[in-house]
């Protein structure tokens, strides 16, 4: 019972540690493998947390015209992706929370951080943040059919809306319903690249001012507060990334809570995290970013598949 | 000489000077000439004024003509005595706007009739009536900041935002302001405003010594230094009657052509850089690096600096150096083509580049455009075949790169086309390298006395022009610089409209203009 009790804490500590440690990280991978494709040596995979240190070290300027959103947004957003990290599964499907894994409640706590994150865009009254602010919003709400819906296939599937309960059942239906579960995820991981900011949507890596979508909403933050808006979008790519591989593709989660099912869930969702890196990275150094009036298309695509998907499992 | 007679007004007491056929008209007939030469088909190269009230009781506003293919140039020119005003050309021959605001600016003088005379170049805090190009304008004078304001153009409307952009960027490029007028994410009106790096080269000029005023014109826009240097060279070499070696000539063409590659492909690959398409972006980062590499072994210098002087070149190519050079520049054609062969099979690639910042042929016309600009446009613009210098003409150099439809693609390709033209260029000019000295020796250069010319290069963004007068002791007193950014620049605000915010950078890229070189 005492040991139960230990490794049950142990592992719920890890659920919540494991988004905002291993953020960077991947955020670090996806530059680095990048750099590789480009003939770059690239910085190192450890850059991000260097990067993170240096910006907790140093003093904000914040504009006068700022108002208490342009303070919270930061906290508000870093708090929202430490809330959801910890209701996904990541590395074990045992994990039994029925508060907040629910996947409108996911899809919902994740909105009220783009909502901050768009309000603070406009709130010191820059040209580049209203941009930005208006794009992400216009993409969010195209975004947000393709990703309830992708997430409705799984949920349809295993008859239950709990994430944890997805990844567990999923499990047990490997092989059945194939088709839908192949279409949602394609669905799926057009959301992903739309809700992390990544190719063909946004250009993580720009300079161009007039081009940016996320990087335009944080153009106006500094020091501490930009090292939380930095590490809570390293935290979504990890969130998406997590729900992406552990709800579609959810073999190796610990299916108990003794160590060594907890230390291979460890191992084998760090694997797919890199995988998943490597196609983002196999994508951003391949294709072009697509014209903006383009990427409606896209998001309605991914909803289209989702409907067929969820078509398909009747 | 004989076939200019009928580009010239009867009844004019023409002079020559070596190719230059230079006759004075009366101010009110001036509008009717320069009209009269513009319907000949010639070019307008470029309209600049001079103070020599002291000398000569007056200013003087020339007015430079091209004949393409017969490397003749026309120049009519008038004396405004007693009288700031001169008649504007602009409303009928658009491309004379910005040279008359740009005289009116930094001379004092009013272009009558002209539609907007709002500064240019200069700020709203430098003081209206201060005129720095007139001579009796100390070039070390202190002027007190005024505050004025500056106009933009309005758009109203529901829905209708203005977003300034700079002068300072995000990236690390030059300083310009960008004024937008969007709806939503279309832009309905943009307008930009330079002179954040005015650097009073035009009134430097007049005062360094020779060798200064050479490595003046190279740093007029550090990425054009050859071709720059290389204009600035053959005027004066035309007024003082230096006659460079042949070698020297063929030396030439050899370093501008690559300026031109390590400019081009450097281009090419920020274009696509621009899109996202990072693969092209590096390699094209790449092979820029590797003639920059190349320009270091052959001159010491990564952008081919101090290299003309005036009779020659200081740099010669030894004969190893010239196998090695075929050698790397086969090299580099070779992964070139294999980068542009991926290019043109991304169709996300293609599908921004294409359509993409529309250049209308009649606005380039309009707006007498250079350059890269131009060819997009299938307009033969091009001085190395219509005004040939150097060895250009000896080498047989008669085609013109050019494309039809004028969006960055067009824009795009020219620069491809013509990187493979420089490369077979410089293969060329390597075989048929004749021997002799690099340069003529010039102990002291003596100038023709109340003299003009004019010195014209194609750098790779386009025609640079340097318009050189002596005085009547054969004095240096007026160089006059003009950078193909400074008739370009109009085009990227007709270019804008209609276009999405977003791919705005990537039009600019398209064009890539020089904010140094235009703002002098």
């Not at chain 1, 059945?176 to 890596?205: K, M, Q, W, Y």
């Not at chain 2, 020559?16 to 101010?27: D, K, M, Q, T």
């Not at chain 2, 030059?174 to 930009?192: D, K, N, T, Y």
Request: charged share 20%; proline share 4%.
């Amino acid at each position: 019972m005492e040991i139960t009790m230990i490794t049950n804490i142990i592992t719920w500590i890890l659920q919540l540690i494991f988004v905002p440690i291993m953020a960077p990280l991947c955020v670090g991978i996806t530059r680095k493998l990048k750099a590789k494709f480009q003939n770059r040596k690239g910085a190192s995979i450890f850059q991000p947390y260097q990067d993170l240190q240096k910006l907790f070290g140093k003093d904000e300027i914040i504009s006068k015209d700022a108002s208490w959103i342009f303070r919270c947004a930061p906290y508000i957003v870093f708090t929202v992706t430490i809330v959801v990290g910890a209701s996904i599964p990541l590395f074990a499907s045992s994990i039994n929370n029925t508060i907040t894994s629910d996947l409108l409640v996911i899809v919902y706590t994740l909105a009220i951080g783009t909502f901050f994150l768009a309000l603070a865009g406009i709130d010191t009254g820059s040209a580049f943040g209203g941009f930005g602010s208006s794009r992400e919003m216009t993409m969010s709400a195209l975004a947000e059919g393709g990703f309830i819906f992708s997430l409705l296939t799984m949920a349809l599937i295993s008859n239950s809306t709990n994430l944890f309960m997805i990844s567990q059942n999923s499990l047990l239906l490997q092989g059945h319903f194939f088709l839908s579960t192949a279409l949602a995820f394609c669905g799926f991981f057009i959301i992903v690249l739309a809700e992390t900011a990544r190719f063909p949507f946004d250009n993580p890596s720009t300079h161009l001012e007039l081009t940016m979508i996320h990087e335009a909403m944080i153009l106006e933050y500094s020091g501490k507060k930009l090292a939380l808006m930095e590490w809570a979008s390293a935290n979504k790519l990890l969130i998406f990334i997590a729900i992406a591989s552990n709800l579609f593709f959810p073999f190796g989660l610990a299916q108990d809570l003794s160590a060594s099912a907890i230390i291979l869930g460890i191992i084998v969702f760090t694997i797919k995290i890199g995988i998943f890196c490597l196609v983002i990275a196999i994508l951003e150094s391949s294709i072009a970013k697509f014209r903006f009036f383009r990427l409606p298309d896209l998001l309605i695509i991914a909803f289209i598949l989702n409907v067929i998907a969820i078509i398909l499992i009747y | 000489m004989e076939n200019i007679q009928h580009y010239l007004p009867k009844n004019v007491k023409v002079e020559i000077i070596n190719n230059i056929a230079l006759f004075e008209v009366s101010v009110s007939d001036i509008k009717k000439i320069a009209i009269g030469l513009r319907a000949k088909n010639l070019q307008l190269n470029l309209i600049t004024a001079a103070d020599e009230r002291e000398t000569k009781g007056g200013f003087k506003i020339w007015y430079v003509f091209g004949i393409p293919k017969q490397n003749i140039f026309i120049v009519p020119f008038i004396r405004l005595q007693n009288t700031t005003k001169f008649p504007s050309l602009t409303p009928t021959m658009h491309s004379a706007c910005n040279f008359e605001k740009k005289i009116h600016t930094f001379f004092g003088l009013t272009p009558i009739g002209h539609p907007d005379l709002r500064p240019i170049i200069l700020h709203e805090n430098w003081p209206a009536n201060v005129f720095p190009l007139r001579k009796d304008f100390d070039w070390q004078a202190k002027v007190k900041a005024t505050h004025e304001s500056y106009q933009f153009q309005k758009v109203e409307g529901e829905g209708i935002y203005e977003i300034p952009v700079g002068p300072i960027h995000a990236g690390i490029i030059e300083p310009g302001h960008f004024r937008f007028s969007v709806a939503g994410e279309e832009i309905i009106l943009l307008e930009a405003k330079l002179g954040f790096v005015h650097k009073g080269s035009e009134k430097l000029f007049e005062i360094l010594t020779l060798s200064d005023k050479l490595h003046l014109s190279e740093k007029i826009s550090g990425d054009s230094s050859f071709s720059h240097s290389l204009a600035f060279c053959q005027a004066v070499e035309q007024l003082g009657d230096v006659v460079p070696p042949k070698r020297a000539l063929y030396l030439r063409v050899i370093y501008a052509e690559l300026e031109r590659l390590a400019n081009h492909i450097g281009d090419i690959g920020a274009i696509m850089i621009d899109t996202g398409f990072n693969f092209g972006g590096s390699q094209g980062a790449r092979l820029k690096e590797m003639i920059m590499q190349i320009n270091e072994r052959l001159s010491r210098s990564r952008f081919l600096r101090h290299i003309n002087t005036i009779g020659g070149v200081t740099k010669d190519i030894f004969v190893k150096e010239v196998e090695l050079l075929s050698f790397d520049l086969k090299k580099i054609q070779k992964d070139f083509s294999e980068i542009i062969a991926v290019a043109e099979n991304s169709t996300s690639l293609l599908n921004r580049l294409k359509g993409t910042g529309i250049l209308l042929p009649k606005i380039a016309e309009d707006y007498g455009a250079l350059g890269v600009a131009a060819k997009a446009v299938a307009i033969l613009n091009d001085a190395r075949v219509n005004f040939p210098y150097a060895a250009y003409s000896e080498l047989g150099f008669n085609t013109i790169e050019t494309e039809m439809d004028g969006d960055v693609y067009a824009r795009f390709r020219v620069r491809i086309k013509e990187v493979y033209a420089s490369i077979e260029l410089i293969q060329n000019a390597l075989i048929k390298l004749p021997n002799g000295p690099i340069y003529t020796p010039i102990n002291n250069i003596l100038f023709r006395k109340n003299a003009l010319s004019v010195g014209i290069v194609e750098g790779w963004r386009g025609q640079i022009i340097y318009f050189i007068t002596t005085d009547a002791m054969g004095n240096i007193s007026r160089v006059a610089p003009c950078d193909p950014s400074f008739l370009n620049w109009p085009l990227v605000g007709e270019v804008g409209p209609s276009n999405v915010v977003p791919d705005f950078p990537l039009i600019n890229k398209s064009f890539n203009l020089s904010y140094s070189g235009n703002d002098l």
